[in-house]
C-alpha cells in the first residue's frame, strides 16, 4: 500500500488522471505525490513537546543494517528529506550527511558509530486521520501509514571492524531494515547481521537499492535472499525499467496493484499512480509481471498465514481481488510471529530519490511498535524471565520461592499485598546500550526505556554497579543535535546526560521512595545484557613521556567506556599498555579518537597478534608450600600441580574425578580442582561445609582462591610469556598437608596455587614435559570476489599466506565469537527451494543478441577458507588491488592451532624486541 500526502500540486496532477486512477485516489487518499509542506517542519522543541507523552501503536524503533557502502547512510538522509526532518539532502561523498557527522566518518565516506534520529512519518499535519487508532483505520480502509507515527531510527555501520556497535544497536530495537546492493546482492557482511537479528528475534524486511546501476539484478538478488538467508522472499515491489530493458524509473507495488514512476533528477516528492489498467496501456510487459507477482505473493502468505487462506476464499479465489490492506496485516501476522521465514523485499535506488517514501510506508505498517513486540528477558535474582512476568508480580513470588527455604515465609511470600509488592515501587526500567563523550554535553548515555519513564531529576539506581545516579538532563537526539526534554516514556530511546558511571549494557531502574537502594529483590533486577565480541587485533600504546602516562590511560578509559569492544592490557614484562580491538580500522578509528579528540600524548605502535603457548607434554607432580610474611601478616599454605595437554575442540567424555571440586574449561584451558579428604557437608540452607577447614575458611572460598592462582599462572607461559592455551591443569588440595591453621589465608591459597602451576609449566621445559610449542590464531575467512578474480584470491590465500580452501560458494557459519561473547539462540536452518522462490526476470540477465558470453566476470563468487591472522594484517588493501577495488571479506576467530617449527622461528625472529 503507498501513502502519501496531497497538496495543490496533488490536486493538480489527480485531476489529469484517468477516472481510474481517481478513484484510486479517492481510495488512498495519500496517493499520487508524496512531499514535505513547509508547515511540517517545526523546530526540536516543537517536536520534543510532542513526544512527551505518545501512544506505543504510534512508535517505531528501527534500525538500517547492511553490508557496508550498500547505501544505509544515503537511505536514512531521503527518509529525513521526504519526512521534513531536513530541507536539503545530504551527500556521503559531500561530507555533508545528518548522521556521518564524524570528522573521521566524513573524511572516509563510511559509518563508523551508530546515529540515532528521531523524525515523523507520514510528516505531522492537521489531517483527520492523526489521532485515529490502527483498528479506527482499518475500519476506515487505511493502511496505518495514513496517521503520522514516531521514528526513532539508528544509522548503523557496515564495515565488519565495528560488528559491536551493530550489536549494541540490535540489541534494542523492534524492527530492522536490511538493504542490499541490486548489484552485489547478498554479500558477507549482511548474513553476518542478519544472523545478528537474529540472535534478538528482531522482525526484518529487505530494501534492494542502487536498481539504477549497471548490473542490477533484483531477480537474482531476491533468490539469494532465500538462499543466503534461509527465508521465503515476499516480493512487495518489482522494479520499473524503462521500455522493459532500459533505465530504472520506478516501482510496481505489488500489494496494491499500482505503478510508480519518479521524475528522472528531480527530488523525488513528486510521483505519478498508475494502476493496473493504466500499467496495462502503458507498459503491458510490467502489467503483466505485476499480475504474476501477485499471485505470488497470495500463494507464499497462504502458506504461512490462516488468515489469508479464509481471504483468499472470501474473494473466489482470485488473487487480484484480495484487499491491500488483509495483505498488509498478513505480512504484519508473519513478520511478528515465532520462527517467521517471510521476509517482505521492497526496490528502489536511494541516491536517485526513488523507492523512499513507499519503503517508510512499509517501516509504519509491517514492522512491529514497542508494546507488539516479544516481551523483554529480564533476571531477578537466581530467576529469569519476561518484563511483563516480574511487572505482574509472578516473577517476584517465584524469586522468593526460591530464595526461602521454611514453608511460612513461602507462605507469606505468596500472599503480599499490592502495597507489600516491591515491583508496585517501580517506576521505570531502562537499558543503557552506548556510551558518548562528547566535548560539548559531556558523557552522554543512550538509553532504551522498556518500562514506565525516566524523568528528569530523577534517581537511576545501577543494578550492575550497585550505584545509585541522579539524571539532571535528559535529550532526545538528532544525530550530533539535541533537544531537552522533561521525560522519556516507555518505549523511546533518549539520552541522559551526566551519569558518571553507567556503562554500556547496564540497566537503570527508577523508584519510588527516598531510600538509597531499592527494596529487595528490585536491585538484583537486570535487563539482558549486550554481549561483546572478543578482540582479534592489539597494538602498543607509548605515551610520550611518564609524565603524561596517567592522562594517556584516563584517556584510555574514556575510550574504553564509550567501546566496550576495545580492551586495554598491560605486559607484565615489558611494562607496554596494549590496545586490543576488532581489525585494523577498529584500531585506527581508536588511535585518532584517543590523539585527536582525548588530546593524548601518545602513540601506537604497530598491530601485532595475540600468539599463545602451548603444553607438548606432561609435567611431574609438583608441590609448592608458599609461606611469607606481607604487613605484619604471615600467611602460609600449599598446593600440586600437574599440567598436561588439552583440546578445546574435542568433547571431553572422562568423568571428572570423585573427589573434584571444580571442572571448569576457561580460555581454551582447562582447571581441575581435587581435594581428596575434604569431607564436604551441605547443610539445610544448601552452603558447603567441611570440618577439615579452619573456621575462617568455607569450602567456596578455598574454590575460588585455588582457581584464581591457577589462572593467574595460565596468563604467562614459561617460554615464550604468551597466555596459555590447549592445556590442563590437575591442582590437588589435601587439607592435611597443605592447611596450617590460620596462617592459611584466602590469598595465601591463591599464591600456592599459582606458584604449584608455574612450577609444573616451568618443568615441561627442563625435564622431560617435551617443552611449549607457539600457538596462532586462525580465522575463519569469508571472501566475496568477482568471477574474474577468483584464480587469484585462491592462488594468494593456498601459496602466499599458508591459508587452505574451505569451499567455494558455499559459506561455512560464522563463529559465535564473531557476534557475541556467549552463544545465543539463532534460527533455526530451513532449507529453501531457489525453483519455488519466485523472483521476476532481470532484463540484463541473459544477453539476446551476438556471440553468447560465457559466465559474467561480475557474476560475484564466496571463497571460505582458514588463514593463519598474522597473514590477514593489511590484507583488505592487497585483496582491493587483486580485485580492482570490488572484492570484501570478513572474518571472525576460529581456533588456535599449533605453529610449525621453521614458521614458529620467523615469527620469534619477527617478535624480537617487542617481548
Known amino acids: 500500500m503507498v501513502a502519501a500526502h496531497f497538496s495543490a500540486v496533488a490536486r493538480r496532477v489527480s485531476q489529469q488522471l484517468a477516472s481510474s486512477s481517481r478513484l484510486a485516489a479517492q481510495r488512498y487518499p495519500r496517493s499520487c505525490v508524496y512531499r514535505t509542506d513547509p508547515k511540517c517542519f517545526r523546530s526540536f522543541s516543537a517536536t520534543a513537546s510532542a513526544l512527551q507523552n505518545p501512544e506505543l501503536d504510534r512508535i517505531r524503533n528501527i534500525g538500517i ?5 550498500a547505501g544505509k547512510t544515503t537511505t536514512t538522509e531521503r527518509m529525513l528529506y521526504y519526512s521534513g526532518f531536513t530541507r536539503r539532502i545530504g551527500d556521503v561523498d559531500d561530507g555533508s550527511t545528518v548522521t556521518d557527522f564524524l570528522p573521521a566518518e566524513r573524511a572516509r565516506g563510511i559509518t563508523i558509530q551508530s546515529a540515532a534520529i528521531t523524525f515523523h512519518w507520514p510528516p505531522q499535519t492537521a489531517s483527520d486521520t492523526s489521532a485515529l487508532s490502527p483498528e479506527e483505520l482499518k475500519t476506515k480502509g487505511l493502511p496505518r501509514s495514513a496517521a503520522p507515527h514516531t521514528i526513532n531510527l539508528i544509522d548503523t555501520p557496515g564495515h565488519a571492524d ?54 542490477a539484478a533484483f531477480g537474482r538478488t531476491v533468490k539469494e535472499v532465500g538462499t543466503r538467508l534461509a527465508g521465503w522472499p515476499a516480493v512487495c515491489q518489482i522494479p520499473w525499467f524503462e521500455g522493459g530493458d532500459g533505465r530504472f524509473t520506478g516501482v510496481a507495488d505489488v500489494i496494491s496493484l499500482q505503478g510508480l514512476l519518479w521524475h528522472e533528477g528531480g527530488d523525488g516528492k513528486s510521483v505519478k499512480m498508475f494502476n493496473l489498467e493504466q ?57 511478528q510471529s515465532e520462527g517467521n521465514k517471510i521476509i517482505p523485499v521492497f526496490a528502489g535506488a536511494s541516491f536517485r530519490n526513488m523507492g523512499v517514501q513507499p519503503l517508510l510506508d512499509a517501516v509504519v505498517n509491517l514492522l512491529p511498535s514497542p508494546a507488539e513486540t516479544t516481551d523483554p528477558e ?6 529469569k524471565g519476561g518484563l511483563q512476568r516480574l511487572l505482574s508480580g509472578e516473577l517476584i513470588i517465584e524469586e522468593s520461592q526460591k530464595s526461602v527455604a521454611k514453608g511460612k515465609q513461602k507462605k507469606k511470600a505468596t500472599s503480599q499485598t499490592d502495597a507489600q509488592n516491591p515491583v508496585s515501587k517501580l517506576q521505570g526500567c531502562a537499558l543503557a546500550f552506548k556510551v558518548v563523550n562528547d566535548a560539548k554535553r559531556g558523557v552522554l548515555v543512550y538509553i532504551r526505556v522498556y518500562s514506565g519513564s525516566v524523568d528528569r531529576n530523577s534517581a537511576l539506581f545501577n543494578t550492575n554497579l550497585n550505584v545509585s545516579e541522579r539524571a539532571p538532563r535528559l ?6 543535535d539535541a533537544v531537552e526534554v522533561d521525560s522519556i516514556p516507555a518505549g523511546h530511546i533518549g539520552v541522559v546526560v551526566g551519569l558518571k558511571q553507567a556503562r554500556t549494557g547496564d540497566t537503570l531502574i527508577s523508584y519510588a521512595g527516598n531510600k538509597a537502594t531499592p527494596p529487595e529483590p528490585l536491585n538484583t533486577l537486570q535487563l539482558r545484557p549486550i554481549d561483546v565480541p572478543p578482540p582479534v587485533f592489539f597494538a602498543s600504546v607509548e605515551p610520550h613521556s611518564l609524565g603524561e602516562e596517567k592522562n594517556v590511560h584516563e584517556a584510555l578509559a574514556v575510550l574504553l567506556r564509550e567501546d566496550p569492544s576495545l580492551h586495554v592490557t598491560i605486559d607484565e614484562d615489558s611494562g607496554q599498555t596494549l590496545l586490543s580491538g576488532m581489525g585494523e580500522l577498529h584500531l585506527e578509528i581508536a588511535r585518532d579518537r584517543l590523539i585527536n579528540d582525548l588530546k593524548a600524548k601518545a602513540s601506537m605502535g604497530r598491530i601485532e597478534i595475540g600468539y599463545r603457548e602451548c603444553a607438548l607434554g606432561q609435567s611431574i607432580p609438583i608441590t609448592s608450600i608458599y609461606d611469607k610474611e606481607i604487613a605484619g601478616r604471615r600467611g602460609k599454605a600449599g598446593c600440586a600441580a600437574i599440567v598436561e595437554p588439552f583440546d578445546p575442540m574435542e568433547p571431553d567424555t572422562s568423568k571428572p574425578p570423585a573427589d573434584a571440586i571444580l571442572v571448569e574449561a576457561r580460555d581454551g584451558n582447562q582447571i581441575t580442582i581435587r581435594a581428596p579428604g575434604l569431607d564436604i557437608e551441605t547443610d539445610r540452607k544448601g552452603a558447603e561445609e567441611s570440618r577439615s577447614l579452619p573456621s575462617h575458611l568455607d569450602v567456596q572460598t578455598v574454590r575460588t582462591s585455588l582457581y584464581n592462582g591457577c589462572l593467574a599462572a595460565l596468563a604467562r607461559g614459561p617460554q615464550f610469556s604468551f597466555p596459555m592455551h590447549s592445556t590442563k591443569v590437575t591442582l590437588t588440595f589435601d587439607p592435611v598437608e597443605h592447611v596450617f591453621g590460620n596462617d592459611t589465608t584466602p590469598s595465601a591459597l591463591s599464591s600456592a596455587a599459582r606458584l604449584a602451576t608455574q612450577s609444573a609449566l616451568k618443568d615441561l621445559l627442563t625435564g622431560s614435559g617435551g617443552g611449549t610449542s607457539l600457538m596462532e590464531p586462525v580465522m575463519n575467512v569469508i571472501i566475496s570476489v568477482d568471477e574474474a578474480s577468483l584464480g587469484a584470491v585462491v592462488h594468494d590465500i593456498s601459496s602466499a599466506r599458508g591459508g587452505h580452501i574451505v569451499s567455494l560458494d558455499e559459506e561455512i557459519p560464522v563463529s559465535s565469537t564473531a557476534v557475541s561473547s556467549s552463544p545465543q539462540p539463532i534460527e533455526e536452518t530451513v532449507i529453501i527451494d531457489e525453483s519455488k522462490i519466485y523472483a521476476p526476470p532481470d532484463p540484463f540477465g541473459t544477453p539476446s543478441v551476438g556471440t553468447p558470453i560465457p559466465a559474467s566476470t561480475n557474476q560475484p563468487r564466496t571463497i571460505t577458507a582458514k588463514v593463519p591472522l598474522k597473514e590477514m594484517v593489511g590484507y583488505l588493501k592487497h585483496l582491493r588491488s587483486l580485485t580492482s577495488g570490488r572484492g570484501t571479506f570478513v572474518m571472525s576467530i576460529d581456533r588456535f592451532d599449533r605453529v610449525s617449527g621453521q614458521r614458529q622461528k620467523a615469527v620469534l625472529s619477527e617478535l624480537q624486541g617487542i617481548y
Open 279 to 335: 500499467l496495462k496501456e502503458t507498459d503491458d510487459r510490467l502489467a503483466t509481471e505485476l499480475k504474476r507477482a501477485r499471485v505470488a505473493l497470495v500463494e507464499l502468505l497462504s502458506e504461512h498465514d490462516e488468515v489469508m487462506v479464509e481471504k483468499f476464499f472470501e474473494h473466489d479465489e482470485d488473487h487480484l481481488a484480495v484487499k491491500p490492506l488483509d495483505i498488509l496485516d498478513s505480512l504484519r501476522r508473519c513478520l
Open 378 to 383: 529480564v533476571s531477578i535474582g537466581n530467576v
Open 65 to 69: 543494517i547492511a553490508h557496508i557502502d
Open 162 to 215: 565495528f560488528t559491536f556497535e551493530v550489536v549494541r544497536s540490535l540489541r534494542i530495537l523492534d524492527g530492522a531494515v536490511c538493504i542490499l546492493d541490486g548489484v552485489a546482492g547478498v554479500e558477507a557482511q549482511t548474513e553476518q547481521v542478519w544472523h545478528q537479528a537474529s540472535n534478538y528475534r528482531i522482525p526484518r524486511i529487505i530494501y534492494v537499492n542502487k536498481l539504477d546501476r549497471d548490473g
Open 475 to 480: 535529550l532526545k537526539m538528532y544525530a550530533n
